[in-house]
């Protein structure tokens, strides 16, 4: 007689033979999200999946800041607890909070929203969604497994019919429904992320640029995106400067590493005063960057 299987086991090994089983295992991430980060479920939470990238709301942009730096020791937390490599990146944007995740769920006090309930207890499917959610049965052998499938998609559609008929907007890019008088949430952190990068590579080129001329060039008016990208030009030049002092200290630096030192200095310099690299006098770069880091190299500066 054959030994009796675990039910758990069965679903985990069909789920591995349809290729399925990375997918479920990334959305435990739900289920288990403050077991695995503990209090910053408070001001964080996961709203997609989408591959190995998981979107994560926060209540503000100091706590998604935050939190982007603690990145890597979050994820090693969730595929430890996942037991495999199954998160390889999350992106935190306060935008993302108050999505459509917890719409027609229980509220902070236990009630349920009875229009959703009543509406999800309709059959309100057309014959061609009956019979596309029908074709998502796997094998004859899976059937169980199958109509759970199926039911489930036919609860994801009904609840989009119910989003779509509260007034919820349907963006035209990605498909997501997102509240009304509101910009697709995950099109907009990828809008600002994509403005960002724009701006940073202007300032990487032209550091001097000020922000109306930055307004001018790329049509993005968000002072924010603009002292986020001086922020981490200011940042990685500065770490540079740091590490050819410390290498200087040790050794005889070489011509392309002066060459490189300079051009370094004069930027950090044009971005922190605004003004073009070869209008710094020598006292500029003192004054701006240190003794300690313009004494480096000679740097051909400007004249008054």
């Given at each position: 007689m054959a030994r009796p299987e675990l039910v758990g086991n069965l679903i985990q090994q069909s789920l591995d033979k349809m290729g399925l089983l990375p997918k479920a295992k990334r959305f435990l991430?739900?289920?288990?999200?403050?077991?695995?980060?503990?209090?910053?479920?408070?001001?964080?939470?996961?709203?997609?999946?989408?591959?190995?990238?998981?979107?994560?709301?926060?209540?503000?942009?100091?706590?998604?800041?935050?939190?982007?730096?603690?990145?890597?020791?979050?994820?090693?937390?969730?595929?430890?607890?996942?037991?495999?490599?199954?998160?390889?990146?999350?992106?935190?944007?306060?935008?993302?909070?108050?999505?459509?995740?917890?719409?027609?769920?229980?509220?902070?006090?236990?009630?349920?929203?009875?229009?959703?309930?009543?509406?999800?207890?309709?059959?309100?499917?057309?014959?061609?969604?009956?019979?596309?959610?029908?074709?998502?049965?796997?094998?004859?052998?899976?059937?169980?497994?199958?109509?759970?499938?199926?039911?489930?998609?036919?609860?994801?559609?009904?609840?989009?019919?119910?989003?779509?008929?509260?007034?919820?907007?349907?963006?035209?890019?990605?498909?997501?429904?997102?509240?009304?008088?509101?910009?697709?949430?995950?099109c907009k952190a990828k809008k600002e992320r994509n403005d960002y990068y724009r701006v940073l590579t202007v300032l990487e080129q032209h550091p001097e640029t000020s922000d109306l001329t930055l307004a001018v060039m790329t049509g993005i008016k968000q002072k924010e995106i603009f002292a986020k990208a001086r922020q981490t030009l200011d940042s990685r030049w500065h770490r540079e400067l740091r590490r050819a002092h410390f290498t200087a200290s040790t050794r005889k630096l070489a011509k392309d590493e002066r060459a490189r030192l300079g051009e370094v200095i004069k930027k950090l310099a044009s971005l922190r005063t605004g003004q073009p690299g070869h209008e710094l006098t020598q006292e500029d770069l003192d004054r701006v960057i240190g003794k300690r880091f313009s004494g480096l190299v000679k740097v051909r500066a400007g004249r008054r």
């Open positions: 991430v739900f289920w288990s999200w403050a077991r695995i980060v503990g209090d910053i479920a408070r001001n964080a939470r996961p709203r997609r999946i989408d591959g190995d990238v998981l979107y994560v709301a926060a209540t503000s942009s100091a706590w998604a800041q935050e939190l982007t730096l603690m990145r890597k020791s979050i994820i090693s937390r969730i595929n430890a607890h996942l037991g495999g490599n199954y998160i390889n990146d999350i992106r935190f944007s306060e935008h993302l909070w108050g999505t459509t995740q917890d719409f027609g769920d229980p509220d902070k006090h236990g009630r349920v929203d009875k229009e959703y309930k009543r509406f999800m207890s309709q059959d309100v499917l057309t014959p061609d969604e009956k019979q596309r959610i029908s074709s998502l049965a796997i094998t004859a052998d899976d059937s169980p497994l199958g109509s759970v499938f199926q039911r489930f998609a036919a609860t994801m559609e009904k609840r989009k019919k119910y989003l779509l008929k509260q007034g919820f907007n349907k963006c035209d890019t990605c498909g997501y429904l997102y509240q009304p008088e509101r910009m697709c949430p995950y």
